[in-house]
Nanobody, 112 residues
Framework: QVQLVESGGGLVQPGGSLRLSCAAS????????MSWYRQAPGKQRELVAS???????TYVDSVKGRFTISRDNAKNTVYLQMNSLKPEDTAVYYC??????WGKGTLVTVSS
C-alpha cells in the first residue's frame, strides 16, 4: 500500500524558514519522481518543485532561489526547504509521487 506522509508545516513569520518532509512507503522510492504541490485558499493546486529519480530538480518561478527540493533515497523521504517565506506562500503543501499517489497535505501559514 502506497503511503505518503507529510510533516513540518506550521505558522511562521514572513522571512522565516520551514522544512517539509514527506515519508514514502509501499513503492520503490529511488525509482520515482517526487514533487511538492501547494494549494492556497480559493486557488488551484500548483506544482512547486520536482525531483526526478536521478535528482534533477525544477521549480516554479515564484519560489526559485528560496525553496530547495531534495531527497534521501536511503530514508525514502523527500524534503522541501523553504526560506525567505512570504505571506503568498501560505497554502496546504502536498507531496506527490510520480506513480500517481498523493499525500494528505500539511498546512503552511506565513503571517506576522
Amino acid at each position: 500500500q502506497v503511503q505518503l506522509v507529510e510533516s513540518g508545516g506550521g505558522l511562521v513569520q514572513p522571512g522565516g524558514s520551514l522544512r517539509l518532509s514527506c515519508a514514502a512507503s509501499g513503492f520503490t522510492f529511488s525509482s520515482a519522481g517526487m514533487s511538492w504541490y501547494r494549494q492556497a485558499p480559493g486557488k488551484q493546486r500548483e506544482l512547486v518543485a520536482s525531483s526526478t529519480s536521478s535528482g534533477f530538480t525544477t521549480y516554479v518561478d515564484s519560489v526559485k532561489g528560496r525553496f530547495t527540493i531534495s531527497r534521501d533515497n536511503a530514508k525514502n523521504t523527500v524534503y522541501l526547504q523553504m526560506n525567505s517565506l512570504k505571506p503568498e506562500d501560505t497554502a496546504v503543501y502536498y507531496c506527490y509521487a510520480g506513480i500517481g499517489s498523493w499525500g494528505k497535505g500539511t498546512l503552511v501559514t506565513v503571517s506576522s
